[in-house]
Every structure is written in structure tokens, then in C-alpha cells.
């Protein structure tokens, strides 16, 4: 029920064309506070008892757990050791839950910022095709520019800031952003 509140299965449709990239230094296993369901927390005690010591109950929210940093399923070469049966909130980072009901948080993460750079390109694609003045048309491409810039500074800040600007994604363009990801995929491999 969560899984399709939070648009679990469409988070996947997008995440399918991406991987961390080698640089990734998995600041968000090592650093984050992960926060997983009772469910979830019987799962990795199976897989692995002495690992599952560094989880406990949050206190603020009594029905989930969190996984204190950093994770200890994490690899030294900072790859998930559990990665078939990782938590729901690993599973769609760096996409995050927000309280908006709404919309999702887009973590600006070296993975992230892949995302961010392909939504600005589907975004400022459609507005080189709006039938609308062409001053209304530069000033949102200039817009879209400046926007992706401050993502790109966020990115190379976000292993060293306490907190971070996440692009906020409203639910109906996420669907449109996978939409857009299997068209683009569909035609590059020629189907």
C-alpha cells in the first residue's frame, strides 16, 4: 500500500536507465539516517543478525526503524551488500518522500543529478515545441539553464553540506519523466 502511494513501481520505471556511477562515494549509506518498516527490519535480521545491531526503533516515529551510519550492509567499496533485498527507501533513492503528498524530493546526489539533467532536457525539449512568444520561450529555457546550473553546484557540494536543495517532483510529471525515459531508450536501441 505505501509502495503505490509513494509511486514505488513508476520511482523503478525511472531508476531502471541509471546506476550509481563509479564516483559515487555512497554518502547517503554511510552518512544518512535510513529509516526502514518493522517488515523490513525482520528481512535484514534473517539475512544477517549482527549486522541488523545498528538498527533500532526511531524514537519520533515509533512504527519504523532506523539504520544508523554508517549502513553496515555496506560494502568497503561502498556497493549494497543486500541490494535484492534492500529496504523501500533505498530502493528509491535518491528519490525521497516528502510531506506534500504531492510530489517527491529528487536528491541532488551524483545520481541524482543524472536524473535532474534528463527531466531539463525533456522539460526545456517541450518548451522548444510550445507554440508560445519566443521572448516567453527564451525566458523559461533561460530559466530551465539556470536551474540545472544550481544543481550542478549542489552536486559538487553534497558530500560536505549539512543540507541540500532536492528538486521537488510533482507525481504527474514523474509519470511523464518515465514516459519520456522509455521513449528515449525505445529509440536509441533502434525499437
Not at 545520481?111 to 534528463?118: A, C
Not at 525566458?139 to 544550481?150: F, N
Request: proline share 5%.
Amino acid at each position: 500500500m505505501i509502495r503505490k502511494a509513494i509511486r514505488y513501481s513508476v520511482i523503478q520505471n525511472i531508476l531502471q536507465y541509471y546506476e550509481c556511477p563509479e564516483t559515487c562515494r555512497a554518502e547517503c549509506c554511510r552518512n544518512g539516517r535510513v529509516h526502514i518498516f518493522e517488515d523490513e527490519f525482520r528481512v535484514l535480521t534473517e539475512e544477517d543478525k549482527e549486522r541488523t545491531q545498528n538498527i533500532g526503533k526511531d524514537s519520533l516515529v515509533p512504527d519504523l526503524y532506523v539504520i544508523n551510519n554508517p549502513c553496515s550492509f555496506l560494502s568497503k567499496s561502498n556497493r549494497c551488500e543486500i541490494y535484492d533485498k534492500r529496504p523501500t527507501v533505498c530502493g528509491m533513492y535518491p528519490f525521497k518522500v516528502n510531506s506534500s503528498g504531492t510530489s517527491l524530493g529528487l536528491q541532488p546526489c551524483p545520481l541524482g543529478f543524472m536524473i535532474i539533467q534528463d527531466l531539463s532536457s525533456w522539460v526545456m525539449d517541450t518548451i522548444s515545441k510550445l507554440c508560445i512568444p519566443d521572448d516567453v520561450k527564451s525566458k523559461k529555457l533561460e530559466e530551465w539553464k539556470t536551474t540545472l546550473g544550481s544543481y550542478a553546484r549542489e552536486v559538487s557540494e553534497f558530500h560536505i553540506r549539512d543540507t541540500v536543495n532536492e528538486m521537488q517532483i510533482p507525481f504527474d510529471e514523474l509519470d511523464m519523466l518515465s514516459m519520456y525515459l522509455f521513449s528515449k531508450h525505445t529509440v536509441k536501441q533502434g525499437k
